[in-house]
């Protein structure tokens, strides 16, 4: 079976998703491409996963490449949405930093995407055995002939399965997936209080950008500033 190209172009995608960001909250060059290489190495996990077990049975290759695939962008998404939240709930509870998705520390730390790395493969591990479960269950064998058997020419099956349909499933997940698992930022707008300005929570914004400036004492200069004796004001 050949090899499917989506992994290498979904990135892209991704690519555009970072410049339609913010200006304000748009991450550096580094940080994009720490989140953008997780999911590429899970993506590879997957379609390398999904090329060894469509081998395995008597069913058609490319049948059980797309029916795997099929499930990794539907039950799969909701095995890995759950899995980040979980893991992101147990890694706030035990104080681990370094394995917060999207945060890599200041400066970023190679350690830290690291780690992240294994444990989004283990997610991706979790996600493949629980969709792997699903292919036992009988039936599979029908939707076989739903799916391919009206495409005569084998080449054009091959073309869909390993590149148009992985291409487009492939860049919705990238998409999704990237938008669960980089950090989030709160607005720099969100105070009601125009005495006060927000401390930026983007960890590389410097100079006067992160200055903080303090509430306005409104009372300490009433009473700093000089009173007019009514008395003396000219008529």
Not at 83 to 98: D, P
Not at 178 to 191: F, G, I, V
Request: glycine letters at 4%; charged letters at 15%.
């Amino acid at each position: 079976m050949a090899v499917s190209l989506s992994p290498c172009v979904s990135p892209s995608l991704s690519t555009v998703k970072r410049f339609r960001e913010p200006v304000g909250i748009r991450r550096p060059w580094r940080i994009w491409f720490y989140d953008m290489s997780k999911q590429a190495i899970g993506a590879l996990f997957i379609h390398f996963a999904n090329v060894f077990l469509s081998n395995l049975t008597e069913m058609d290759p490319c049948s059980l490449y797309l029916i795997n695939f099929l499930l990794d962008a539907t039950l799969g998404m909701l095995v890995i949405w759950v899995g980040v939240r979980v893991v992101s709930r147990i890694v706030e509870y035990k104080q681990f930093a370094l394995l917060t998705f999207g945060e890599y520390g200041d400066p970023p730390q190679a350690a830290a995407w690291l780690g992240q790395c294994g444990v989004y493969l283990l997610i991706m591990v979790l996600e493949k055995s629980v969709v792997s479960l699903v292919l036992l269950i009988p039936g599979w064998t029908n939707l076989q002939s739903v799916l391919l058997d009206y495409i005569p020419n084998p080449q054009v099956d091959l073309v869909l399965v390993m590149l148009i349909v992985p291409v487009i499933v492939n860049s919705i997940m990238f998409w999704v997936v990237d938008s669960l698992m980089m950090r989030k930022y709160k607005s720099l707008d969100d105070s009601c209080d125009p005495s006060t300005k927000v401390v930026s929570m983007v960890p590389w914004v410097t100079g006067d950008e992160s200055q903080v400036l303090l509430p306005v004492d409104t009372d300490a200069e009433e009473e700093d500033s000089p009173t007019m004796d009514p008395r003396r004001v000219p008529l």
